[in-house]
T-cell receptor, first 114, second 116 residues
Framework: QKEVEQDPGPLSVPEGAIVSLNCTYSNSAFQYFMWYRQYSRKGPELLMYTYSSGNKEDGRFTAQVDKSSKYISLFIRDSQPSDSATYLCALLEGSYSSASKIIFGSGTRLSIRP | DSGVTQTPKHLITATGQRVTLRCSPRSGDLSVYWYQQSLDQGLQFLIQYYNGEERAKGNILERFSAQQFPDLHSELNLSSLELGDSALYFC???????????????FGPGTRLTVL
């Protein structure tokens, strides 16, 4: 079983729709949860991060973590064609003092139709 | 533009050969990370260096090695190349060695390696 499972998509939605992207994980030691966005032919860029269970909002983006269910989500409101990209969840064990390894999900390809 | 540069952008080579990928981190960043991204495996952490010293190791094959030089640029050496090594190789950099979520990793544009 993979440490992180993410539906690869592709997911295609009309402009303005609410998008829900999800990951499940198996290792309860993961403490930090991140979402990266990767445009075609580019490197990933950090979109959002969170440490605790609950919701974190940043503009049109909301990251949600449910540690009891080992489930993380990214919601995109009022989706725009410029949001079309691959979204990768990323999880991290460890503390500030430890050398850490980020485990990435396989990514979900998202396409927003104008 | 993340400020991380990688060369070359594309590399085509044959099985059994050896190649070197180069990465220059953002100005001021002491940590460099290498990742491999393939269609079937996704983005996989290979190795991390901090200020010239190896800090963490991921799923890096013995045929692969890396180093970080005094000027903080890093090189990833891939030898005895196999068809399955064809992938995008990303370098990322961060200020601190911890690699936690508060220490954002900035990714370069990647090097696309094709092994024929």
């Amino acid at each position: 079983q993979k440490e992180v499972e993410q539906d690869p998509g592709p997911l295609s939605v009309p402009e303005g729709a609410i998008v829900s992207l999800n990951c499940t994980y198996s290792n309860s030691a993961f403490q930090y949860f991140m979402w990266y966005r990767q445009y075609s032919r580019k490197g990933p860029e950090l979109l959002m991060y969170t440490y605790s269970s609950g919701n974190k909002e940043d503009g049109r983006f909301t990251a949600q973590v449910d540690k009891s269910s080992k489930y993380i989500s990214l919601f995109i409101r009022d989706s725009q064609p410029s949001d079309s990209a691959t979204y990768l969840c990323a999880l991290l064990e460890g503390s500030y003092s430890s050398a850490s390894k980020i485990i990435f999900g396989s990514g979900t390809r998202l396409s927003i139709r104008p | 533009d993340s400020g991380v540069t990688q060369t070359p952008k594309h590399l085509i080579t044959a099985t059994g050969q050896r190649v070197t990928l180069r990465c220059s981190p953002r100005s001021g960043d002491l940590s460099v990370y290498w990742y491999q991204q393939s269609l079937d495996q996704g983005l996989q952490f290979l190795i991390q260096y901090y200020n010239g010293e190896e800090r963490a190791k991921g799923n890096i094959l013995e045929r692969f090695s890396a180093q970080q030089f005094p000027d903080l640029h890093s090189e990833l050496n891939l030898s005895s190349l196999e068809l399955g090594d064809s992938a995008l190789y990303f370098c990322a950099s961060s200020v601190e060695p911890s690699g936690t979520y508060t220490d954002t990793q900035y990714f370069g544009p990647g090097t696309r390696l094709t092994v024929l």
